[in-house]
T-cell receptor, first 114, second 110 residues
Framework: EAGVAQSPRYKIIEKRQSVAFWCNPI?????LYWYQQILGQGPKLLIQ????????DSQLPKDRFSAERLKGVDSTLKIQPAKLEDSAVYLC????????????FGPGTRLTVL | QQQVKQSPQSLIVQKGGISIINCAYE??????FPWYQQFPGKGPALLIA?????SEKKEGRFTISFNKSAKQFSLHIMDSQPGDSATYFC?????????FGQGTTLQVKP
């Protein structure tokens, strides 16, 4: 079974530029999560989708971050414009359903904002 | 109330020794307590998990001890191996939303 795929793996941008990350969850997984992991910290949930609907986006900085999950499969997370403090690893995870506890994580995208 | 506090921040253990990592939580609504292992450049991977209706769960060399009254849980790694060197995160959740601890970097010396 293929795992969660993410791209790109690394991205370096200047502050105020925009960037987008892509995630392909495990086939059949209805729930998709985006986490932000700042160096030396645990992952922090940004947004949770159930199929193509948002379940929880309370921690998403909506003035600059946006995410979508079209057709309930792949998802994109966008930052526009980026700030220095957005430098982090962005992790995508998926699970069978919103109340299924086991989440499977992708390898992440390491973003550096200069 | 949504925080999960993890200690120690780093840990060095000799090969064959026991590694112990502790976590504490406040929210009594949490009903699922997993431990994740993360290697450099990789995403976290589920190691072992427990629900609050049991006090201990063992899978191979990994054991979770859970103290509901104290709102604490811990990971014990028996016979620690150099391949166990990684960052370990405890987490707690309610309805699928995981709250992670700060992480513990474990180094197992040969």
């Amino acid at each position: 079974e293929a795992g969660v795929a993410q791209s790109p793996r690394y991205k370096i941008i200047e502050k105020r530029q925009s960037v987008a990350f892509w995630c392909n969850p495990i086939s059949g997984h209805a729930t998709l999560y985006w986490y932000q992991q700042i160096l030396g910290q645990g992952p922090k949930l940004l947004i949770q989708f159930q199929n193509n609907g948002v379940v929880d986006d309370s921690q998403l900085p909506k003035d600059r971050f946006s995410a979508e999950r079209l057709k309930g499969v792949d998802s994109t997370l966008k930052i526009q414009p980026a700030k220095l403090e957005d430098s982090a690893v962005y992790l995508c995870a998926s699970s069978l359903a919103w109340d299924t506890d086991t989440q499977y994580f992708g390898p992440g995208t390491r973003l550096t904002v200069l | 109330q949504q925080q999960v506090k993890q200690s120690p921040q780093s840990l060095i253990v000799q090969k064959g020794g026991i590694s112990i990592i502790n976590c504490a939580y406040e929210n009594t609504a949490f009903d699922y307590f997993p431990w994740y292992q993360q290697f450099p450049g990789k995403g976290p991977a589920l190691l072992i998990a427990i629900r609050p209706d049991v006090s201990e769960k063992k899978e191979g060399r990994f054991t979770i001890s859970f103290n509901k009254s104290a709102k604490q849980f811990s990971l014990h790694i028996m016979d620690s191996q150099p391949g166990d060197s990684a960052t370990y995160f405890c987490a707690a959740s309610n309805t699928g939303k995981l709250i992670f601890g700060q992480g513990t970097t474990l180094q197992v010396k040969p």
